[in-house]
């Protein structure tokens, strides 16, 4: 059996393992409310098949599966924020942006896959805007616009890119990068808020996520370095030295992203994102993290080994 097939079966593992606890919480203790555990348990088996059916599947498919979660998470965001008539025209560019970045990931086509939305697209909205002759809150709606873009498409398709990326290399396939990545940012969030409820006092960002403690922080990005170190040198072409900085990075940008979208909830004046996964909320409460990991983490391996 191949280190990626072995890698889901292990995932498959402790995701049963999770179910069966919670069958046996839900049977024998009944004095707790265990719904909402069991609607994310059951949530997180959709999310790891269809996960796992982008790691094996042929790279053509991999980047549909992503470029529809893409699709799901600006749909979701654009529910959120107010937009004004006179955008519907930019929305649609918007939505066609998307099969197009992932093409350029399709292709190869590095050069344009890194400018096309940052430069290209940053720079066609507020065009396509201005010829509706609507000022009235242009510059809002401009930003809000931008941000969408950048972090449900450009931010989030550095997964899809990673796993394009490393096709050629035979030892270290782009789905173990890819398991690796998605792996430990969503790891380095449970341990954070373990660590967080067992010894977290001191917030960090008591305004913005007052659940956020220092002991969760400091708690959840050693534990994630740690993972990263007992894996990277297995999973990936990255030494133990290199995996430590790898799980650094991981941890710290996971925080961020998880804080910077809780930010934005509390702009909008919402809890979730939305409702698509019962016991997580919406699609961009489950990629908060996701969203700036991924871009940091593809560069960091980019700059190094390729």
Request: one cysteine or more; aromatic letters at 14%.
């Given at each position: 059996?191949?280190?990626?097939?072995?890698?889901?079966?292990?995932?498959?593992?402790?995701?049963?393992?999770?179910?069966?606890?919670?069958?046996?919480?839900?049977?024998?203790?009944?004095?707790?409310?265990?719904?909402?555990?069991?609607?994310?348990?059951?949530?997180?088996?959709?999310?790891?098949?269809?996960?796992?059916?982008?790691?094996?599947?042929?790279?053509?498919?991999?980047?549909?599966?992503?470029?529809?979660?893409?699709?799901?998470?600006?749909?979701?965001?654009?529910?959120?924020?107010?937009?004004?008539?006179?955008?519907?025209?930019?929305?649609?560019?918007?939505?066609?942006?998307?099969?197009?970045?992932?093409?350029?990931?399709?292709?190869?086509?590095?050069?344009?896959?890194?400018?096309?939305?940052?430069?290209?697209?940053?720079?066609?909205?507020?065009?396509?805007?201005?010829?509706?002759?609507?000022?009235?809150?242009?510059?809002?709606?401009?930003?809000?616009?931008?941000?969408?873009?950048?972090?449900?498409?450009?931010?989030?398709?550095?997964?899809?890119?990673?796993?394009?990326?490393t096709r050629s290399d035979p030892t270290h396939g782009g789905a173990l990068l890819v398991i690796f990545l998605v792996g430990l940012t969503e790891f380095n969030d449970v341990a954070q808020y373990l660590w967080g409820k067992s010894l977290g006092h001191i917030r960090v960002t008591p305004k913005v996520s007052p659940n956020k403690t220092l002991a969760g922080l400091l708690g959840g990005v050693l534990s994630t370095v740690v993972a990263a170190v007992i894996l990277g040198p297995i999973m990936t072409p990255m030494s133990v030295g290199m995996s430590a900085l790898a799980g650094l990075l991981i941890g710290l940008s996971g925080f961020c992203g998880d804080i910077v979208m809780s930010a934005v909830k509390r702009d909008i004046g919402v809890k979730d994102s939305g409702s698509m996964l019962p016991g997580h909320g919406g699609i961009l409460d489950r990629i908060d993290s996701l969203i700036f990991t991924a871009p940091l983490f593809f560069h960091f391996v980019w700059y190094f080994y390729f």
């Amino acid at each position: 059996m191949s280190l990626l097939y072995m890698s889901l079966v292990v995932i498959y593992a402790i995701l049963a393992v999770a179910t069966l606890i919670n069958g046996l919480l839900v049977v024998f203790v009944k004095s707790r409310n265990w719904h909402e555990l069991t609607l994310r348990i059951r949530s997180w088996w959709v999310i790891i098949t269809v996960f796992a059916l982008a790691m094996i599947s042929p790279l053509w498919l991999g980047l549909t599966i992503f470029g529809f979660i893409s699709f799901l998470a600006l749909k979701e965001y654009l529910t959120l924020i107010p937009t004004r008539f006179s955008d519907h025209m930019p929305l649609l560019w918007m939505f066609i942006a998307i099969p197009l970045n992932y093409l350029w990931i399709g292709m190869d086509w590095y050069n344009m896959f890194i400018i096309f939305i940052p430069v290209y697209a940053f720079l066609f909205l507020p065009v396509r805007m201005v010829l509706s002759g609507d000022t009235q809150g242009f510059l809002r709606s401009a930003a809000q616009l931008h941000w969408g873009l950048m972090t449900t498409v450009f931010a989030l398709s550095h997964v899809a890119c990673l796993l394009a990326l490393t096709r050629s290399d035979p030892t270290h396939g782009g789905a173990l990068l890819v398991i690796f990545l998605v792996g430990l940012t969503e790891f380095n969030d449970v341990a954070q808020y373990l660590w967080g409820k067992s010894l977290g006092h001191i917030r960090v960002t008591p305004k913005v996520s007052p659940n956020k403690t220092l002991a969760g922080l400091l708690g959840g990005v050693l534990s994630t370095v740690v993972a990263a170190v007992i894996l990277g040198p297995i999973m990936t072409p990255m030494s133990v030295g290199m995996s430590a900085l790898a799980g650094l990075l991981i941890g710290l940008s996971g925080f961020c992203g998880d804080i910077v979208m809780s930010a934005v909830k509390r702009d909008i004046g919402v809890k979730d994102s939305g409702s698509m996964l019962p016991g997580h909320g919406g699609i961009l409460d489950r990629i908060d993290s996701l969203i700036f990991t991924a871009p940091l983490f593809f560069h960091f391996v980019w700059y190094f080994y390729f």
